[in-house]
């Protein structure tokens, strides 16, 4: 889903022309879909050039396979969190530049079944790993577009970065493990994430 959302959201993007803001009512609701799952947002604007925004987002858990530290997991998800955002107009034009953080309560939690190397062992164990994001208050940047719809109607995108300090993961095991050795798999499964996740949104918002 969220490959989908960003190719939407640099196609927006790219292909917009720059036209000089409408004016629209103070208030807004928003629906869209984002790298972070479904949105909903209510918005306010300060000023001309001010606006602040709270964004809920989610998707229903999903099932995956999942490689962590050279293990196979089966892997449960949940995408969820709340976005805190500000966005200042550039210029005259309709694009802006989006501040804020993002407080997650995302998580996976995975299985593995088998005879693994762990650390600089061999052990036949099941192995259940939980993974979140290291910030639980992650930074977010990004640049955005709204095009104004008629009076009330804006459709607007948005392309950035959160910045999630990677991610903890967390095993336990039903045969006893070295604890070095788990520490080695710790160190290598959260090696294999990087420290950020895209921010990508699409939204149609109804401003009064």
């Given amino acids: 889903m969220k490959y989908i959302a960003a190719m939407s959201a640099i196609a927006l993007i790219t292909a917009a022309t720059v036209s000089h803001a409408q004016e629209v009512g103070k208030y807004g609701f928003s629906l869209g879909i ?3 799952g479904l949105t ?4 306010y604007r300060h ?12 998707a229903p858990k999903y099932r995956s396979g999942e490689d962590l530290g050279g293990i196979s997991y089966d892997t449960t998800s949940k995408l969820r969190g709340l976005s805190l955002l500000a966005d200042r107009q550039l210029g005259q034009s309709n694009w802006r530049l989006t501040f804020g953080a ?21 052990y036949t164990t099941k192995l259940d790993a939980i993974a979140k994001f290291e910030n639980r208050v992650s930074p977010i940047i990004a640049i955005g577009y709204d095009y104004p719809i008629g009076q009330h109607w804006i459709f607007s995108g948005s392309a950035g970065y959160i910045y999630t ?16 050795d788990l520490v080695l798999e ?3 499964a959260e090696a294999d994430i990087g420290n950020g ?5 699409i939204g ?5």
């Fill in 102 to 122: 993002f407080v997650s309560d995302t998580e996976a939690a995975g299985t593995a079944n088998g005879t693994f190397q762990i650390g600089n062992n061999i």
């Fill in 47 to 58: 000023s001309e050039k001010w606006r602040v925004r709270a964004m809920l987002s989610g």
């Fill in 34 to 36: 984002s790298s972070v």
């Fill in 186 to 188: 710790k160190l290598q």
């Fill in 40 to 43: 909903g947002e209510v918005a």
């Fill in 197 to 201: 996740y895209p921010f990508i949104e």
């Fill in 165 to 180: 300090g990677g991610v903890s993961v967390g095993f336990s095991s039903t045969n006893p493990i070295l604890p070095g």
């Fill in 204 to 208: 149609m918002t109804y401003h009064f």
